[in-house]
């Protein structure tokens, strides 16, 4: 048990800030140095004080963009314990099982209302949209009710106009449900294998969202085309575009694709800020399946946010600007790049 008088930093902490300075070092064999001339790795090896110094160089904006946090504990002292394995037992006891029935009875709900609107409805189009959109919120409802979602918004709703885009920034892909149980958007969002996929390519495909995928060049063209196509059109659903283009953990905002921009059409912006109280709703992908994401939110006490619309993103929502491209994050900079940022 730790002293609760005394402040300890959490290795786990440390060692998820520290960087690895071995990575930002030429090998031996790509830089040719003359014998006899001391080099930095050798001032490296010999002082401790130095590594740590050049790790507080490397370790910028950009790693911290993509990291979370684990808590610090609180509960490991003999008063604190049992009421945390008491809230443990009530999560997962009383409030998942009471979870899963609620989004079990909504996925009822809208299956038995949503195949027989979109398939005996096929001859009108309008009608046939509107149920389904209202359907959609609807299921997406359901989801947040799962995680006991608190969730306030603020500004106008959006609206089903021509010639107009939402950009957001992006969290966890739990940001498009969370939007879009206040309004049926049209979401721009990379192509998920597994179940996601199979919702993408049925139920969302009905809202006119437009899929890609990162590892096909043509891909960029293709996009770029639907959405010119999107924004023309009167009747179709607001367009919601993550410009981020992935998840970064919610204290940051990374540079945004210029896509969004380059439509000829107002853009509207909208910012999400998530309490971390209750939980972490940053989605780390690389480490964790959107299942286990899904089941983390599930067994956590709620998830609660703000929502602002039209207002500007960072400013409204307390994250910090860094001039990074969020691409970098499947494959990281060198550090000649680095330091010209």
Partial sequence: MSNPGKLITSSSELDLDRPNIEDYLPSGSSIQEPHGKLRLRDLLDISPTLTEAAGAIVDDSFTRCFKSNPPEPWNWNIYLFPLWCCGVLFRYGILFPSRVLVLTIGWIIFLSSYIPVHFLLKGHDKLRKKLE??????????????????????????????????????????DFIILEQMT???????????????????????????????SESKDREIVAKKLREHVQGADNNPLLIFPEGTCVNNHYTVMFKKGAFELGCTVCPIAIKYNKIFVDAFWNSRKQSFT??????????????????????SVRAGLKKVPWDGYLKYSRPSPKHRERK
């Fill in 184 to 214: 049926a958007f049209s979401v721009i969002m990379q192509k998920h294998p597994g179940w996601v996929g199979l919702l993408q390519s049925t139920i969302l495909e009905s809202l006119g969202c437009i899929w890609f995928n990162r």
């Fill in 133 to 174: 959109r209202s359907l959609v919120e609807l299921i997406c409802s359901f989801f947040v009710a799962s995680w006991t979602g608190v969730v306030k918004y603020h500004g106008p709703r959006p609206s089903m106009r021509p010639k107009q885009v939402f950009v957001a920034n992006h969290t966890s892909m739990i």
């Fill in 292 to 313: 286990m994401h899904l089941l983390q939110l599930m067994t956590s006490w709620a998830v609660v946010c703000d929502v602002w619309v039209r207002d500007i993103i």
